[in-house]
């Protein structure tokens, strides 16, 4: 069964902190790793897919990495705007294409 | 190019009663998905539906909970005798094609009293 795991759960940044999320990962060969942010009261906006070890994106001040068993959101210079829940999915290449979430790190960047 | 959209997006239901959940892809996506979202949990996969047909309902409960995505108007998540425990946010989510990415709707949060 796929599983995924986010680490830490919630974090609190001062202004401007930089950081890294962390999302581990065991699927029955990966299709894609993807990364939403989720605002309160409202639906995940998606970020960014990863589809290969050593692939990364970058967003702004966000950067998504990708390894053979986790990937790690970095962020840089945070600002208040980006507090947000951030939750990271996978989805098997074998099989359906449901996405199989973490329960997201909470973070809150403190002004 | 609007996003993906829900309604009701608050719905309130007494124990018994029936709950149905709407949800208007994006404009030229055909590929619908739906999930729920309990309290302190993650988002856990329920069914997965293209025009006319089920493809996936492996994360539906087998008792009381149904989906349809018609070939005309929207896909429709239909909750008979709701209980207390199925208050939670229930999202649809889009995508164009088969293995693409997956965009998400607004939600729908159902209270059950």
């Known amino acids: 069964e796929d599983q995924v795991t986010q680490s830490p759960e919630a974090l609190r940044l001062q202004e401007g902190e930089s950081s890294s999320l962390n999302c581990s990962y065991t699927?029955?060969?990966?299709?894609?790793l993807f990364w939403y942010r989720q605002d309160p009261g409202k639906g995940p906006e998606f970020l960014f897919t990863?589809?290969?070890a050593g692939e990364e994106k970058e967003k702004e001040r966000l950067k998504a990495t990708l390894t053979k068993k986790e990937s790690f959101l970095h962020i840089t210079a945070p600002k208040p705007e980006d507090s947000a829940t951030y939750l990271c999915?996978?989805?098997?290449?074998?099989?359906?294409?449901?996405?199989?979430f973490g329960t997201g790190t909470r973070l809150t960047i403190i002004p | 190019n609007a996003g993906v959209m829900q309604n009701p997006r608050h719905l309130v239901r007494r124990r018994g009663q029936e709950a149905r959940l709407r949800c208007s892809p994006m404009?030229?996506?055909?590929?619908v998905y739906w999930y729920r979202q309990l309290p302190e949990e993650g988002l856990k996969f329920m069914v997965y539906?293209?025009?006319?047909?089920?493809?996936?309902e492996s994360g539906m409960p087998k008792e009381r909970f149904s989906a349809e995505f018609p070939k005309e108007g929207p896909s429709i998540l239909r909750i008979q005798q709701v209980v207390r425990g199925d208050s939670a946010a229930y999202f649809c989510?889009?995508?164009?094609?088969?293995?693409?990415?997956?965009?998400f709707g607004p939600g729908t949060r159902l209270l059950v009293l």
């Open positions: 999915a996978v989805q098997s290449s074998v099989g359906n294409e449901k996405l199989t």
């Open positions: 699927v029955s060969g990966l299709r894609g």
């Open positions: 404009k030229g996506h055909s590929h």
């Open positions: 539906l293209q025009k006319e047909n089920i493809i996936d």
């Open positions: 989510a889009s995508s164009p094609r088969g293995m693409e990415t997956q965009y």
């Open positions: 990863l589809y290969s």
